[in-house]
């Protein structure tokens, strides 16, 4: 659990740096903007790998169940990950309606993607991943809000975009129904 919680830790702090603006400042006049970028995608993909061996470990020796969700939040949580997947498809450059109505897709996409996975497992270890996540993001909304950055403007009518986020989100969401069970080792349907 200990190495789960370095990697939330040195993770959400890599994100958090980008919400502390002045500091963020700071550090790019100091190293460079290459460096920064380049330190920053180091300590991300660090915490990144650290979650994905602490929460791997803890699954298979520290296993703590807290509660036994209803089945179903299992359902619930099918659904729900639909809407991350094209929520975090409608976050790219391209502007659309969908990515107008969210602000901010991706923020969007985590928070529905943590609550999702909150719903539907019970155990310490996921309370701990998700529900931090979640927090974060909920955080990182409060922050971009804060300083004024009112995200994708809203525009009338779908476009292109939204067809490509709808499409590419069902997609990228059918493919991780089939692959959860191999990448995480907790199948998805027919459990």
Same mark, same amino acid.
């Not at 497992?121 to 931090?132: A, Q």
């Given at each position: 659990?200990?190495? @789960?919680?370095? $990697?939330?830790?040195?993770?959400?702090?890599?994100?958090?740096?980008?919400? @502390?603006?002045?500091?963020? *400042?700071?550090?790019?006049?100091?190293?460079? =903007? %290459?460096?920064?970028?380049?330190?920053?995608?180091?300590?991300?993909?660090? %915490?990144?790998?650290?979650?994905?061996?602490?929460?791997?470990?803890?699954?298979?020796?520290?296993?703590?169940?807290? /509660?036994?969700?209803?089945?179903?939040?299992?359902?619930?949580?099918?659904?729900?990950? /639909?809407?991350?997947?094209?929520?975090?498809?409608?976050?790219?450059?391209? =502007?659309?309606?969908?990515?107008?109505?969210?602000?901010?897709?991706?923020? +969007?996409?985590?928070?529905? /993607?943590? &609550?999702?996975?909150?719903?539907?497992?019970?155990?310490?270890?996921?309370?701990?991943?998700?529900?931090? &996540?979640? *927090?974060? !993001?909920?955080?990182?909304?409060? *922050?971009?809000?804060?300083?004024?950055?009112?995200?994708?403007?809203?525009?009338? %009518?779908?476009?292109? !975009?939204? !067809?490509?986020?709808?499409?590419? $989100?069902?997609?990228?969401? !059918?493919?991780?129904?089939? @692959?959860?069970?191999? @990448?995480?080792?907790? =199948? +998805?349907?027919?459990?």
């Amino acid at each position: 659990m200990l190495i @789960l919680i370095l $990697g939330i830790v040195v993770f959400l702090g890599t994100h958090t740096l980008t919400t @502390l603006r002045e500091t963020r *400042a700071g550090l790019i006049r100091r190293v460079g =903007p %290459g460096p920064f970028k380049g330190l920053y995608s180091v300590a991300a993909l660090a %915490g990144f790998i650290l979650i994905c061996v602490g929460f791997s470990r803890y699954r298979a020796e520290g296993w703590v169940q807290l /509660w036994t969700p209803p089945h179903a939040a299992r359902h619930v949580t099918i659904l729900l990950m /639909w809407f991350a997947f094209v929520a975090l498809a409608a976050s790219g450059r391209k =502007p659309g309606r969908i990515r107008g109505w969210l602000r901010h897709p991706m923020l +969007v996409a985590v928070k529905i /993607w943590a &609550l999702a996975h909150l719903l539907a497992n019970g155990d310490l270890g996921g309370m701990v991943l998700f529900g931090s &996540l979640l *927090a974060w !993001a909920v955080y990182d909304r409060i *922050a971009v809000k804060r300083r004024g950055d009112l995200g994708a403007p809203r525009i009338p %009518g779908f476009t292109r !975009a939204d !067809a490509i986020a709808v499409g590419g $989100g069902t997609i990228a969401y !059918a493919a991780m129904i089939f @692959l959860h069970p191999v @990448l995480i080792g907790v =199948p +998805v349907i027919g459990a």
